[in-house]
Protein backbone atom coordinates (compact mmCIF):
# COMPACT_ATOMS: atom_id res chain seq x y z
CA UNK A 1 0.00 0.00 0.00
CA UNK A 2 1.46 2.89 -0.55
CA UNK A 3 0.50 6.29 1.48
CA UNK A 4 -1.37 9.84 0.56
CA UNK A 5 0.72 12.96 0.92
CA UNK A 6 -1.38 16.82 1.22
CA UNK A 7 1.90 18.10 -0.65
CA UNK A 8 1.14 19.78 -3.76
CA UNK A 9 -1.27 22.41 -3.05
CA UNK A 10 -0.01 26.09 -3.21
CA UNK A 11 3.58 24.87 -4.75
CA UNK A 12 3.05 26.88 -7.64
CA UNK A 13 2.66 30.15 -5.73
CA UNK A 14 6.45 29.55 -4.68
CA UNK A 15 6.92 31.38 -7.93
CA UNK A 16 6.17 34.69 -6.73
CA UNK A 17 10.03 34.08 -4.60
CA UNK A 18 11.92 33.54 -7.85
CA UNK A 19 10.05 36.70 -9.05
CA UNK A 20 11.38 39.02 -6.05
CA UNK A 21 14.49 37.38 -6.69
CA UNK A 22 14.64 38.61 -9.93
CA UNK A 23 13.34 41.88 -9.42
CA UNK A 24 16.39 42.75 -6.75
CA UNK A 25 19.10 41.01 -8.86
CA UNK A 26 17.89 43.68 -11.49
CA UNK A 27 18.42 46.41 -9.07
CA UNK A 28 21.29 45.40 -7.55
CA UNK A 29 23.20 44.87 -10.89
CA UNK A 30 22.25 48.16 -11.57
CA UNK A 31 23.46 49.92 -7.83
CA UNK A 32 26.69 47.69 -7.96
CA UNK A 33 27.35 48.33 -11.75
CA UNK A 34 27.12 52.07 -11.00
CA UNK A 35 29.05 52.26 -7.96
CA UNK A 36 32.30 50.21 -10.25
CA UNK A 37 31.57 52.72 -12.62
CA UNK A 38 32.10 55.81 -10.84
CA UNK A 39 35.14 54.02 -8.63
CA UNK A 40 36.81 52.12 -11.26
CA UNK A 41 37.50 49.59 -7.97
CA UNK A 42 37.94 45.60 -9.30
CA UNK A 43 36.26 44.92 -5.74
CA UNK A 44 33.49 46.61 -6.54
CA UNK A 45 33.45 44.88 -10.32
CA UNK A 46 33.80 41.24 -8.09
CA UNK A 47 30.53 42.56 -6.33
CA UNK A 48 28.61 43.62 -9.44
CA UNK A 49 29.80 39.84 -11.51
CA UNK A 50 28.14 38.36 -8.65
CA UNK A 51 24.75 40.25 -8.92
CA UNK A 52 24.99 39.37 -12.32
CA UNK A 53 24.99 35.19 -11.23
CA UNK A 54 22.30 36.36 -8.83
CA UNK A 55 19.93 37.13 -11.69
CA UNK A 56 20.67 33.70 -13.41
CA UNK A 57 20.75 31.91 -10.77
CA UNK A 58 17.05 33.71 -9.80
CA UNK A 59 16.28 32.73 -12.99
CA UNK A 60 17.10 29.46 -13.15
CA UNK A 61 14.99 29.08 -10.08
CA UNK A 62 11.88 30.50 -11.68
CA UNK A 63 12.06 27.53 -14.06
CA UNK A 64 13.18 24.73 -11.36
CA UNK A 65 10.06 25.90 -9.43
CA UNK A 66 7.42 25.36 -12.28
CA UNK A 67 8.82 22.30 -13.20
CA UNK A 68 8.65 21.05 -9.45
CA UNK A 69 5.31 21.77 -9.14
CA UNK A 70 3.92 20.07 -11.86
CA UNK A 71 1.94 16.51 -10.53
CA UNK A 72 2.70 13.10 -11.47
CA UNK A 73 2.45 12.28 -15.20
CA UNK A 74 2.84 9.23 -17.35
CA UNK A 75 6.34 10.25 -17.71
CA UNK A 76 7.58 10.85 -14.46
CA UNK A 77 5.60 9.01 -11.57
CA UNK A 78 7.27 10.41 -8.72
CA UNK A 79 6.32 13.98 -9.72
CA UNK A 80 9.15 16.75 -10.73
CA UNK A 81 10.36 17.96 -7.05
CA UNK A 82 13.98 17.35 -8.03
CA UNK A 83 14.02 19.85 -10.85
CA UNK A 84 14.87 21.95 -8.24
CA UNK A 85 18.14 20.16 -7.53
CA UNK A 86 19.12 20.71 -10.76
CA UNK A 87 18.77 24.68 -9.94
CA UNK A 88 20.67 24.64 -6.97
CA UNK A 89 23.57 22.57 -9.64
CA UNK A 90 23.08 25.55 -11.87
CA UNK A 91 23.44 28.30 -9.26
CA UNK A 92 26.74 26.50 -7.80
CA UNK A 93 28.52 26.67 -11.63
CA UNK A 94 27.09 29.79 -11.91
CA UNK A 95 28.60 30.95 -8.61
CA UNK A 96 31.63 29.11 -9.70
CA UNK A 97 32.37 31.35 -13.09
CA UNK A 98 31.85 34.16 -11.46
CA UNK A 99 34.68 33.52 -9.06
CA UNK A 100 37.23 32.74 -11.88
CA UNK A 101 36.26 36.64 -13.63
CA UNK A 102 36.98 37.95 -10.92
CA UNK A 103 40.16 36.39 -10.13
CA UNK A 104 41.22 37.10 -13.44
CA UNK A 105 40.29 41.05 -13.34
CA UNK A 106 42.12 40.73 -9.61
CA UNK A 107 45.09 39.63 -11.01
CA UNK A 108 45.41 42.39 -13.99
CA UNK A 109 45.11 44.66 -11.62
CA UNK A 110 47.59 43.46 -9.14
CA UNK A 111 49.81 43.53 -12.32
CA UNK A 112 48.83 47.15 -13.40
CA UNK A 113 47.72 48.80 -9.87
CA UNK A 114 45.59 52.16 -10.87
CA UNK A 115 44.22 54.55 -7.61
CA UNK A 116 40.79 54.68 -7.44
CA UNK A 117 38.09 57.76 -7.85
CA UNK A 118 34.53 58.75 -6.11
CA UNK A 119 34.73 55.57 -3.38
CA UNK A 120 32.79 57.35 -1.40
CA UNK A 121 29.90 57.70 -3.53
CA UNK A 122 30.80 54.09 -5.10
CA UNK A 123 30.53 52.67 -1.29
CA UNK A 124 27.29 54.50 -0.55
CA UNK A 125 25.37 52.62 -3.38
CA UNK A 126 27.20 49.35 -2.43
CA UNK A 127 25.83 49.47 0.93
CA UNK A 128 22.02 50.18 -0.42
CA UNK A 129 22.62 47.30 -2.56
CA UNK A 130 23.31 45.37 0.36
CA UNK A 131 20.78 46.12 2.33
CA UNK A 132 18.19 44.94 -0.31
CA UNK A 133 19.86 42.06 -1.06
CA UNK A 134 20.05 41.37 2.62
CA UNK A 135 16.35 41.76 3.00
CA UNK A 136 15.48 39.24 -0.11
CA UNK A 137 17.85 36.80 1.52
CA UNK A 138 16.09 36.55 4.25
CA UNK A 139 12.63 36.33 2.82
CA UNK A 140 13.83 33.56 0.38
CA UNK A 141 15.69 31.59 3.31
CA UNK A 142 12.53 31.65 5.22
CA UNK A 143 10.40 30.58 2.42
CA UNK A 144 12.74 27.74 1.56
CA UNK A 145 12.59 26.28 4.78
CA UNK A 146 8.70 26.60 5.63
CA UNK A 147 7.73 24.67 1.87
CA UNK A 148 11.03 22.96 2.24
CA UNK A 149 12.22 24.33 -1.12
CA UNK A 150 16.15 23.80 -1.76
CA UNK A 151 15.96 26.21 -4.94
CA UNK A 152 14.63 28.71 -2.34
CA UNK A 153 17.03 27.90 0.05
CA UNK A 154 20.00 27.78 -1.86
CA UNK A 155 18.99 30.95 -3.71
CA UNK A 156 18.67 32.77 -0.46
CA UNK A 157 21.98 31.46 0.98
CA UNK A 158 23.66 32.53 -2.22
CA UNK A 159 22.29 35.89 -1.73
CA UNK A 160 23.64 35.90 2.06
CA UNK A 161 26.78 34.80 0.88
CA UNK A 162 26.69 38.58 -1.64
CA UNK A 163 26.05 40.35 1.37
CA UNK A 164 28.52 39.37 3.35
CA UNK A 165 31.05 39.33 0.52
CA UNK A 166 29.75 43.14 0.06
CA UNK A 167 30.67 44.31 3.63
CA UNK A 168 33.95 42.87 3.01
CA UNK A 169 34.48 44.72 -0.31
CA UNK A 170 33.01 48.04 1.53
CA UNK A 171 35.12 48.23 4.31
CA UNK A 172 38.45 46.29 1.91
CA UNK A 173 37.82 49.55 -0.77
CA UNK A 174 37.47 51.72 2.11
CA UNK A 175 41.10 51.03 3.59
CA UNK A 176 42.20 51.46 0.52
CA UNK A 177 40.73 55.09 -0.05
CA UNK A 178 42.12 55.36 3.80
CA UNK A 179 45.46 54.16 3.23
CA UNK A 180 46.02 54.93 -0.27
CA UNK A 181 47.41 51.21 -0.81
CA UNK A 182 46.18 50.38 -4.44
CA UNK A 183 47.08 47.11 -4.48
CA UNK A 184 44.79 45.82 -1.42
CA UNK A 185 41.64 46.51 -4.03
CA UNK A 186 42.54 43.56 -6.04
CA UNK A 187 43.55 41.44 -2.62
CA UNK A 188 39.87 42.21 -1.24
CA UNK A 189 38.98 41.18 -4.69
CA UNK A 190 40.85 37.87 -4.21
CA UNK A 191 39.46 36.89 -1.19
CA UNK A 192 35.54 37.66 -2.66
CA UNK A 193 36.55 35.38 -5.08
CA UNK A 194 37.44 32.37 -2.63
CA UNK A 195 33.99 32.83 -0.18
CA UNK A 196 32.25 32.95 -3.40
CA UNK A 197 33.96 29.59 -4.80
CA UNK A 198 33.41 28.01 -1.05
CA UNK A 199 29.83 28.60 -1.35
CA UNK A 200 29.44 27.46 -5.12
CA UNK A 201 31.16 24.19 -3.80
CA UNK A 202 28.18 24.09 -0.84
CA UNK A 203 25.58 23.96 -3.28
CA UNK A 204 26.57 21.62 -5.63
CA UNK A 205 27.61 19.29 -2.75
CA UNK A 206 23.94 19.74 -1.49
CA UNK A 207 22.12 19.40 -4.89
CA UNK A 208 23.94 15.89 -5.48
CA UNK A 209 23.52 14.44 -2.25
CA UNK A 210 19.92 15.12 -3.01
CA UNK A 211 20.18 13.36 -6.61
CA UNK A 212 21.62 10.28 -4.65
CA UNK A 213 18.10 10.13 -2.75
CA UNK A 214 19.78 10.92 1.05
CA UNK A 215 17.55 9.53 3.73
CA UNK A 216 15.06 12.37 5.33
CA UNK A 217 16.29 14.53 8.67
CA UNK A 218 16.53 12.82 12.13
CA UNK A 219 13.72 14.76 13.28
CA UNK A 220 11.34 13.64 10.17
CA UNK A 221 12.57 10.25 11.15
CA UNK A 222 11.89 10.34 14.93
CA UNK A 223 8.18 11.52 13.67
CA UNK A 224 8.07 8.23 11.26
CA UNK A 225 9.53 6.25 14.05
CA UNK A 226 6.86 7.15 16.90
CA UNK A 227 3.98 6.83 14.47
CA UNK A 228 5.01 3.28 14.21
CA UNK A 229 5.78 2.79 17.82
CA UNK A 230 2.15 3.71 19.02
CA UNK A 231 0.86 1.52 15.95
CA UNK A 232 2.88 -1.19 17.24
CA UNK A 233 1.63 -4.16 19.97
CA UNK A 234 2.14 -8.17 20.59
CA UNK A 235 0.45 -8.85 17.05
CA UNK A 236 1.82 -5.87 14.79
CA UNK A 237 5.69 -5.01 14.08
CA UNK A 238 7.87 -3.23 11.99
CA UNK A 239 10.80 -3.38 10.22
CA UNK A 240 12.76 -2.26 7.27
CA UNK A 241 12.14 1.71 7.28
CA UNK A 242 14.12 3.53 4.79
CA UNK A 243 13.60 6.68 3.68
CA UNK A 244 14.69 8.95 1.29
CA UNK A 245 14.14 13.04 -0.09
CA UNK A 246 13.21 14.02 -3.40
CA UNK A 247 12.84 17.65 -3.48
CA UNK A 248 10.46 19.03 -1.25
CA UNK A 249 9.02 15.61 -1.31
CA UNK A 250 9.57 12.98 1.10
CA UNK A 251 9.60 9.16 0.60
CA UNK A 252 9.58 6.02 3.15
CA UNK A 253 9.11 2.26 3.00
CA UNK A 254 8.13 -0.09 6.00
CA UNK A 255 7.22 -3.48 6.17
CA UNK A 256 4.40 -4.74 8.37
CA UNK A 257 4.11 -8.00 10.45
CA UNK A 258 0.49 -9.57 10.93
CA UNK A 259 -0.50 -12.41 11.97
CA UNK A 260 -0.78 -14.53 8.59
CA UNK A 261 -4.69 -15.73 9.94
CA UNK A 262 -5.81 -11.62 9.71
CA UNK A 263 -8.07 -10.80 6.83
CA UNK A 264 -7.36 -8.68 4.08
CA UNK A 265 -9.66 -6.37 5.57
CA UNK A 266 -8.54 -6.50 8.71
CA UNK A 267 -5.02 -5.84 7.46
CA UNK A 268 -6.13 -3.25 5.25
CA UNK A 269 -8.12 -1.17 8.14
CA UNK A 270 -4.41 -1.46 10.32
CA UNK A 271 -2.77 -0.35 7.35
CA UNK A 272 -5.32 3.04 6.76
CA UNK A 273 -5.18 3.73 10.32
CA UNK A 274 -1.70 3.88 10.24
CA UNK A 275 -1.59 5.91 6.99
CA UNK A 276 -3.77 8.35 8.54
CA UNK A 277 -1.85 9.24 11.46
CA UNK A 278 1.63 9.32 9.29
CA UNK A 279 -0.36 12.10 6.94
CA UNK A 280 -1.59 14.11 9.63
CA UNK A 281 1.54 14.33 11.62
CA UNK A 282 3.95 14.49 8.49
CA UNK A 283 2.18 16.21 5.37
CA UNK A 284 4.61 16.03 3.08
CA UNK A 285 5.74 12.37 3.68
CA UNK A 286 4.40 9.39 1.16
CA UNK A 287 4.77 6.03 2.82
CA UNK A 288 4.57 2.86 1.21
CA UNK A 289 4.03 0.13 3.92
CA UNK A 290 4.47 -3.70 2.49
CA UNK A 291 2.07 -6.57 4.70
CA UNK A 292 3.84 -9.67 5.67
CA UNK A 293 2.44 -12.80 7.19
CA UNK A 294 4.79 -12.85 10.99
CA UNK A 295 4.79 -17.08 10.91
CA UNK A 296 6.36 -16.91 7.12
CA UNK A 297 10.42 -16.90 7.73
CA UNK A 298 10.66 -14.90 4.20
CA UNK A 299 9.04 -12.03 6.31
CA UNK A 300 12.96 -11.54 7.84
CA UNK A 301 15.68 -10.02 6.41
CA UNK A 302 14.68 -9.26 3.36
CA UNK A 303 16.15 -5.73 3.06
CA UNK A 304 19.42 -4.44 2.80
CA UNK A 305 18.92 -1.32 5.19
CA UNK A 306 16.70 -0.11 7.65
CA UNK A 307 15.92 2.35 10.71
CA UNK A 308 15.32 0.57 13.54
CA UNK A 309 12.35 0.29 15.29
CA UNK A 310 11.35 -0.85 18.79
CA UNK A 311 8.29 -1.80 19.17
CA UNK A 312 6.78 -2.46 22.75
CA UNK A 313 7.68 -5.98 22.81
CA UNK A 314 10.30 -6.17 20.02
CA UNK A 315 13.53 -5.64 19.85
CA UNK A 316 13.61 -4.31 16.22
CA UNK A 317 15.64 -6.96 13.26
CA UNK A 318 15.03 -9.70 15.59
CA UNK A 319 13.20 -12.98 13.51
CA UNK A 320 12.53 -14.76 16.63
CA UNK A 321 10.22 -12.01 18.26
CA UNK A 322 7.90 -11.54 15.03
CA UNK A 323 7.32 -15.43 14.57
CA UNK A 324 5.49 -15.40 17.79
CA UNK A 325 1.37 -15.92 17.25
Known amino acids: MTGRSSVGA ?3 SLERYAWVAIAAALATIGLKTSAWLVTDSVGLLSD ?3 SLVNLVAAIAALVALRVAARPADQTHHFGHAKAEYFSAAIEGAMIAVAALVIIWQSVLRLLDPSPLEEVGVGLTISVIASVLNAAVAVILI ?14 GRHLMTDVVTSVGVVLGVGLVWLSGLEWLDPVVALVVAANILLAGWQLLRESSEGLMDSPVDEVTTEQIIAVLTDHSSGQVHFHGLSTRVSG ?9 LVPGRWSVRESHDRLEEIDQALLEAIPELIMSIHLEPREDPRSYDDYETEVPIHGPDQVAGSPAEGKTT
Do not use: K, N, W
Request: charged share 30%; hydrophobic share 40%.
Open 10 to 12: GRG
Open 248 to 256: HRMFAQVHM
Open 48 to 50: AVE
Open 142 to 155: RAGRRHRSITLRAD
